[in-house]
């Protein structure tokens, strides 16, 4: 076990640095933030998360840019669905405060400051943990990005969120 879980961090610890790396690459190129954040998200699926939703707020309303890789028909269904990520957007939205969520299967229902029937969908769509930073520009909310992970494997801690920050 303690083997198979130095070796699983080990492999975290690399597809994070990979991540921050292209990811830095990707905003020294920048050309419009969509496209950029696009990217961003392009490559955060590549190893950090099995998903990544984009919400930008635009005259106070919520545009959602989404990029996923691995996903079944149910995820692929939800995905279109702006509700997916209400549970943990808003509280972004409001605070722009980060949020982590490392294992939504420990999370009690009944005291669940995301409310119970939103940590049910996310659950019922296989996210097993989720981490959401705000997108800040001199001080100003414009949006925020949600990592989900639907493998027991990768869920996002303190050290995922550094990142996530960066």
């Known amino acids: 076990g303690k083997v198979l879980r130095d070796a699983t961090l ?8 990979r991540f921050l790396a292209d990811a830095r690459a990707a905003l020294a ?3 419009d933030y969509e496209s950029t954040l696009g990217r961003i998200a392009n490559i955060a699926v590549t190893g950090f998360a099995d998903w990544c939703a984009v919400d930008m707020v635009e005259d106070g309303k919520r545009r959602r840019l989404t990029v996923t890789r691995s996903e079944s028909a149910e995820v ?3 995905r279109t669905e702006a509700d997916l990520t209400d549970g943990v957007v808003p509280h972004v939205f409001r605070n722009g405060e980060p949020e982590v969520v490392p294992d939504l299967a420990l999370i009690d229902l009944a005291t669940a400051a995301q409310g119970a ?4 969908r996310l659950r019922e769509l ?3 943990s989720y981490l959401s930073v705000p ?11 949600t990592f989900l992970s639907h493998s ?4 996002f801690g ?5 990142v996530a920050e960066d």
């Not at 080990?10 to 640095?17: F, I």
């Not at 997108?135 to 990005?145: P, V």
């Open 10 to 17: 080990g492999k975290r610890a690399e597809d994070s640095v």
């Open 29 to 31: 190129e920048l050309v």
């Open 76 to 78: 692929k269904a939800a």
């Open 117 to 120: 029937e939103r940590i049910t």
């Open 126 to 128: 296989g996210v097993r």
């Open 135 to 145: 997108l800040l520009s001199r001080g100003r909310l414009l949006g925020g990005m």
């Open 152 to 155: 027991e494997r990768r869920r």
């Open 158 to 162: 303190t050290p995922e969120l550094r």
